[in-house]
């Protein structure tokens, strides 16, 4: 599946995020995905980039968590990607003990 065909699903399966595109040497490579919080703060959310055909995911809200990389090659599965959205969300919105 192409970087655009999975940027128009996630968009269409979750349009409170808010994209920015990535762009490397002017080439757009990727996504990054913000979720606005309140009061006024945007909180990315996850990073998909491609790269020679395969995709790279950046999982940001439990990278802030651990402080540590957590970044692992995506097959293109949009269901698996929206779980993994998801699950970053839930993550960015739990109140820290």
């Known amino acids: ?6 940027h128009a699903e996630i968009m269409l399966a979750r349009p409170y ?11 757009r490579n990727g996504y990054s995905y913000w979720l606005r919080v309140p009061p006024s703060k945007e909180v990315r959310v996850i990073r998909l980039s491609q ?9 940001s809200a439990s990278e802030r968590k651990t402080l540590a990389k957590v970044r692992q ?3 293109g599965s949009v269901a698996e990607l929206l779980a993994i959205i ?12």
């Open 1 to 6: 599946m192409s970087l655009e065909a999975i």
């Open 17 to 27: 995020l808010i994209p920015r595109e990535r762009t490397e040497e002017g080439i």
């Open 51 to 59: 790269e020679d055909g395969s995709y790279e995911l950046v999982r």
């Open 73 to 75: 090659r995506f097959s």
């Open 86 to 97: 998801d699950e970053q969300i839930d993550i960015i919105r739990k109140p820290e003990r």
